[in-house]
C-alpha cells in the first residue's frame, strides 16, 4: 500500500475505511477488532470517523474494540470530524440542528471524541461542514489551541468551497491538510467549482466520500449510468478486477492525491478498494468514465 504525506507528521494510506454505518454492521467488539486487524494487513490504516456517525454512537463503539488490543493504536491513523450538531436522544442537549464552529463547542467534541475512541490524540480532526455563522478567528484559537495540547496533531476540513477553505486558511499559522469532498463518476462538480484546482495549487491531498457514489454506479437504471457500467464491465474484463475496483482506480489515478474512503464492514469490498492501488488507467479511459458518469461529453 502507498502512503499520501499529508505533514511530515502524518501519512496516511492511499486507501482510508469510514466508519459512517459501523453501526449498521452490527459486528461484537472481537469482530470488528479482528475486521481492524485485517485492515491494517492490507495496508489500511487510515480510520476516518465523526462524532456524529451513528447518532454519535459509531466512535464509541470503535473505542470499545480498540481497547481489547490498544497496541494496534500506534499502527493507524485516527481521523474525526466536528461542526454539526444533530437532535439525537444520544445528545440531549442538542435542542436544534445547527452547525457550531465555536471554541467551546470544538474542544468539547473533540475531547469527547478522544474520551470515545479510547487514545490520547487524534491524528486528523476535520470542520465537518462550512459554517455559515462561523467566526473564523475564534475557530482558529479551537484548533490552534488544540494542535498545541497535543490532543490533535493536524486539522482540515470538509465539503469546503474555495472561499470557506480560504478563509478559515487565513486565520491560522498552520497548514490545513485536506479537504474531505464527495466526488464520484457520478458526482463530479467539484471538478468544475474550483475546490479541487485550488487543492492542488496548495498541493493539499483530498479525502473522497462516497466514491461509488453510494452504490448508485451498481443499482441506478439511469441510462448514463447504465453505459458507464459498460464502460467499467469493459475495464475490469481488461484489467482482471471488478468494477468497483475500477472505479476505486479512476480516483487514485488523479493527479490531484485523492484518498478514496471504502465504507463498507466486509473485507471483501476493502479487498476491491485495495486492489485498485495495482491499476493505472490511461488518460483516456479515465475521460471515458467521467464522460459515462455525466452522460455527456466534455465541450
Known sequence: MEYVELSKDLKMSK?????WRLN????????LLKYLEEAIDLGVTTFDHADIYGSYTCE???GEALALKPELRSKMQLVSKVGIKLISKNMPENTFHCYDTSYNHIVKSVEKSLKNLNVEYLDLVLIHRPDMYMDADETAKALTDLKKAGKVLEWGVSNFLPSDFNLLQS????????????????KTQHFYDGTINLMQEKRVPMMIWSPLAGGEIFTSSDENVVELRKILEKLGKKYNCSIDTIVYAWHLAHPANLIPI?????I???????????????????????VNGMGKDIP
Open 15 to 19: 486507501i482510508a475505511l469510514g466508519f
Open 171 to 186: 486565520r491560522l499559522d498552520f497548514k490545513l491538510v485536506t479537504n474531505q469532498i464527495e466526488l464520484s463518476p457520478l
Open 24 to 31: 449498521d454492521w452490527k459486528m461484537s467488539k472481537e469482530d
Open 262 to 266: 471504502c465504507g463498507s464492514g466486509k
Open 268 to 290: 471483501s469490498r476493502l479487498k476491491s478498494a485495495v486492489e485498485a492501488c495495482k491499476v493505472s488507467l490511461t488518460r483516456e479511459e479515465w475521460f471515458d468514465i467521467l
Open 60 to 62: 464509541k463503539i470503535f
